[in-house]
């Protein structure tokens, strides 16, 4: 059985070493799982010339939108996200069926359950803020709805560029309040939850400002960007400054299994899974 990663650029990707890692422990020794540096405009043939032997894919940017169109049926969640980061593909002949769904949001969940720990209650409410307005940011919408927050604050860089986001807000019942991300490092402090979508040394400002205010943090901060490593510039001034944080491996981790999970019908070892990942983004 096949499976793979599409993405461009996609060299960058980790989750071969996870699948691989899942495949191995779980003694799958005739499925693979590879990567395919595929854009927009090439994903319909790579699609229509996979065979019978395919069961799923992961994608990553820019094809989490571009995959709408081509899917036999898309899932709740990742419509109202308006994100497919995952196909899969059951039945054979003119039965194969391509379902698109979402695991984001349940690495975002579990990845922030890790960083709350003993906190976590279920069932109560939170404050949230997500910082950048992103493919992920609608993710994290979801996710910190589940965990309680049903109106967080969103800090973008640009409010002309939230069309997209507010519209999946509407989607899934939630309430966002879209702010600059000029005033980011005062309200960041006091919330439950905050997931920084912004790409790799993006945040670095935001992290300088919450050293100068030296405010401890409240709640528990999740960075999506898992370079550079061992931490961004975000999570150490957090961590610095005596408050909680995830780094983005978790969250990479916990929607990888997810997938492993859906691909396989197996139950991931997450545990295998991790130490993998860890080897892989050791400094070398």
Same mark, same amino acid.
Request: hydrophobic share 50%.
């Given at each position: 059985?096949h499976?793979? %990663?599409?993405? +461009?650029p996609?060299?960058?990707?980790?989750?071969p %070493? /996870? +699948?691989?890692a899942a495949?191995t422990?779980?003694?799958?020794?005739?499925?693979?799982?590879?990567? +395919?540096?595929?854009?927009e405009?090439?994903?319909a043939?790579f699609?229509?010339?996979?065979g019978a032997?395919w069961v799923g !894919?992961s994608?990553?940017?820019?094809?989490?939108?571009?995959?709408?169109?081509?899917?036999?049926?898309?899932?709740?969640?990742a419509?109202?996200?308006g994100?497919?980061?995952?196909v899969?593909?059951?039945?054979k002949?003119a039965?194969r069926?391509?379902v698109?769904?979402?695991?984001?949001?349940?690495? !975002?969940?579990q990845a922030l359950k890790?960083?709350?720990g003993?906190?976590?209650?279920?069932?109560?409410?939170t404050t949230? %803020?997500?910082i950048?307005?992103?493919?992920?940011?609608a993710?994290?919408?979801?996710?910190?709805a589940?965990?309680?927050?049903v109106?967080p604050?969103?800090?973008v860089?640009?409010?002309?560029r939230?069309?997209? !986001?507010?519209a999946a807000a509407?989607?899934?019942?939630?309430?966002?309040q879209?702010?600059? /991300?000029?005033?980011?490092?005062?309200?960041?402090?006091?919330a439950?939850?905050?997931?920084?979508?912004?790409?790799?040394n993006?945040?670095?400002?935001?992290a300088?400002?919450l050293l100068?205010?030296?405010?401890?943090?409240?709640?528990?901060?999740?960075d999506?960007a898992?370079?550079?490593?061992?931490?961004?510039a975000?999570?150490s001034a957090?961590?610095?400054?005596?408050?909680?944080a995830?780094?983005?491996?978790?969250?990479?981790l916990?929607q990888a299994a997810?997938?492993?999970?859906?691909?396989?019908g197996?139950t991931?070892p997450?545990?295998a899974?991790?130490?993998?990942?860890e080897?892989?983004?050791?400094?070398?």
């Amino acid at each position: 059985m096949h499976a793979a %990663v599409l993405g +461009h650029p996609i060299e960058h990707s980790l989750s071969p %070493v /996870l +699948h691989g890692a899942a495949y191995t422990a779980l003694g799958l020794e005739d499925w693979s799982y590879g990567k +395919h540096d595929v854009d927009e405009g090439e994903l319909a043939s790579f699609v229509a010339g996979l065979g019978a032997d395919w069961v799923g !894919l992961s994608l990553t940017m820019p094809l989490k939108k571009a995959i709408f169109p081509l899917l036999a049926h898309v899932e709740p969640l990742a419509e109202v996200t308006g994100s497919v980061n995952t196909v899969l593909f059951s039945g054979k002949g003119a039965g194969r069926m391509s379902v698109g769904t979402n695991t984001d949001v349940y690495g !975002l969940v579990q990845a922030l359950k890790e960083g709350l720990g003993a906190r976590y209650v279920q069932g109560a409410k939170t404050t949230g %803020v997500i910082i950048g307005a992103g493919a992920t940011a609608a993710s994290a919408l979801a996710a910190l709805a589940e965990l309680g927050c049903v109106r967080p604050t969103v800090f973008v860089r640009n409010l002309g560029r939230i069309a997209e !986001l507010r519209a999946a807000a509407g989607r899934m019942g939630v309430d966002p309040q879209f702010m600059t /991300l000029a005033g980011a490092a005062a309200a960041v402090v006091t919330a439950d939850l905050v997931v920084s979508t912004l790409p790799a040394n993006a945040a670095d400002g935001l992290a300088q400002e919450l050293l100068d205010a030296t405010a401890t943090p409240r709640g528990v901060l999740l960075d999506v960007a898992y370079a550079p490593t061992p931490t961004t510039a975000l999570i150490s001034a957090w961590r610095e400054l005596g408050g909680a944080a995830v780094t983005g491996e978790r969250m990479l981790l916990h929607q990888a299994a997810e997938q492993v999970r859906l691909m396989t019908g197996k139950t991931a070892p997450v545990e295998a899974m991790a130490r993998a990942l860890e080897a892989a983004i050791a400094p070398k």
